[in-house]
């Protein structure tokens, strides 16, 4: 996931917080790096499973910098898994 400003410039050291849904359902949250990408690992995942996990994005915070949801390009990206993928 990446976050990036109004202008399309990636925003380090802001930290993502969000859930997963579907397979796994857990809360999450990490720090964007540089390039304003952050990377979260769901809880584990039965490798019999089939089906589809979700990552949403429910805030992302950064000292004196305001989240605009409804600014948001896209909220959310789903993983999927098991028998027909």
Known sequence: MKIVNGSGVAVA???????WSG???DLDSGVTDSNGSVTLNSDTVNKSASGTFTFTVDDVTLPAWQYDPAANVKTSNSISTGAGR
Request: proline share 0%.
């Open 23 to 25: 397979l796994t359902q």
């Open 13 to 19: 050291g802001a930290t993502v917080s969000g859930h």
